[in-house]
């Protein structure tokens, strides 16, 4: 998956204009506010999600204009693609290769990509609900049949909850419990095996990628915390104290994903540096897995990363990604020190050039673009080519 072209209009403060990444890393640099993570943002929309910021679609049309428009050229699905989005009247709206399609959601899957923005260090600080909402939306982005397993759990979840609540006043719904319980344990044995293996599929890449940007020095770790082995029988057990409580003790709402390095709890005594670095490592790999079955590695996108990485670990988000295309934001031209050894060829590739020449040719929609690393100045929303 690789952008060729993408070009907007009246997006945020963007006002119009058009930015020809190349195939390898693009680093978009500049001083605060001048609109690079609005070009992330841009592009970002194309995957058919929502803004990894959270904005709703009116916040994002340039203040003062009726209307923004979008354009995407990528290579995707073995071809040359082109998507446009428009957005107005607080809607958005989307073309596939000239096709209208009935909304930006159905173009899920069309161009993937994915993002790390500082927002998700909650990935690590927050709660467990967060490591379980990234593993639940990795696994259905993998196997989409997977939703009807997680929402038929809530579903079973919410209805023993309410039956517990009405069971004091109705002492003979008591015997219902039963079933609903059997209905809990089953659907949470399903949603607890694919998370498990999801867990163990992303653990590999997760501390490959992790041991890449600390140099093997540090070792990550993952492991899918289950509350309860046995479902049945934890449901059994608790169920006393569940008819006190009004909810239910056991299951895999209360698990977790355990996140370690070398030994220690992340969220608990990490570095910021750790758990910047451990985030970007949980997304590459998702990114990895992703890629393993599409065939396709999807574009990264990493905002406002390398500010807490030091050298070592920047240089390997610059130089050491080869597989992706990658869209990285910061504020020095050329973070982590210049390309001395520029990205390091892999066994049998030649090395490439540090920066390329635009041609200024119309993107060719049927090639990859090249590799390499590309400099973009962004200055009031105008994303410029070349170091400065
Ligand atoms: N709808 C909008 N219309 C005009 N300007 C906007 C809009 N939304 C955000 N901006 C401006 O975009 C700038 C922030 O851009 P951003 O990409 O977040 O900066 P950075 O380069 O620091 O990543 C701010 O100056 C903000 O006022
Ligand atoms: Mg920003």
């Known amino acids: 998956m690789k952008i060729l072209r993408f070009s907007w209009l009246n997006f945020r403060n963007l006002t119009s204009g058009e930015l020809r990444p190349c195939g390898g890393v693009n680093v978009l640099w500049g001083g605060n506010a001048q609109g690079k993570t609005n070009l992330l943002e841009g ?35 073995g071809r040359g693609q082109t998507a446009q989005i428009r957005i107005a009247a607080g809607r958005r709206s989307a073309q596939l290769n000239g096709v209208p399609q009935r909304s930006c959601a159905a173009m899920i899957g069309e161009f993937r990509a994915a993002v790390f923005s500082p927002e998700h260090l909650s990935l690590l600080s927050g709660g467990p609900a967060r490591r379980r909402n990234f593993i639940d939306a990795a696994v259905c982005q993998l196997r ?44 949470g044995e399903a949603v607890m095996r694919a998370r498990q293996a999801y867990a163990q599929a992303l653990a590999g890449p997760a501390a490959r990628f992790y041991a890449g940007m600390c140099g093997g020095r540090e070792a990550l770790s993952l492991r899918y915390e289950k509350n309860a082995g046995d479902l049945a029988a934890a449901l059994r057990r608790s169920r006393r104290e569940d008819l006190l409580t009004g909810h239910t003790g056991a299951g895999p709402h ?40 599409t065939g396709e590695p999807p574009v990264v996108f990493l905002d406002d990363v390398l500010s807490e990485l030091d050298g070592e670990r920047q240089s390997y988000l610059l130089n050491r990604l080869r597989d992706f295309q990658v869209f990285v934001t910061c504020c020095e031209p050329v973070p982590g020190g210049p390309p001395a050894s520029g990205r390091e060829p892999e066994p049998g590739r030649q090395p490439e050039p540090g920066r390329q020449p635009d041609t200024g040719r119309e993107p060719d929609t049927g090639r990859q673009p090249d590799t390499g690393r590309r400099l973009f100045h962004v200055q009031g929303g105008v994303p410029a080519q070349g170091p400065e």
């Open 144 to 187: 989409p049949a997977c939703a009807a397993v997680f929402a038929e759990y809530g579903r079973a979840l919410a209805q023993r909850n309410a039956l517990l609540k009405d069971i004091p006043a109705h002492a003979e719904l008591l015997d219902t419990l039963d079933i609903w319980d059997a209905r809990l344990a089953r659907s």
């Open 43 to 77: 592009m970002w929309l194309f995957t058919g999600e929502r803004s990894f910021r959270g904005a709703k679609d009116a916040e994002m049309v340039r203040a003062g204009c009726a209307e923004s428009r979008l354009r995407l050229d990528f290579y995707g699905g």
């Open 254 to 293: 209360r698990d977790d994903l355990a996140v370690e390095i070398s030994g220690m709890g992340a969220r608990a005594y990490a570095s910021q540096g750790q758990k910047r670095s451990a985030v970007i490592a949980l997304k590459l790999a998702e990114a990895e897995l992703l890629a393993r079955r």
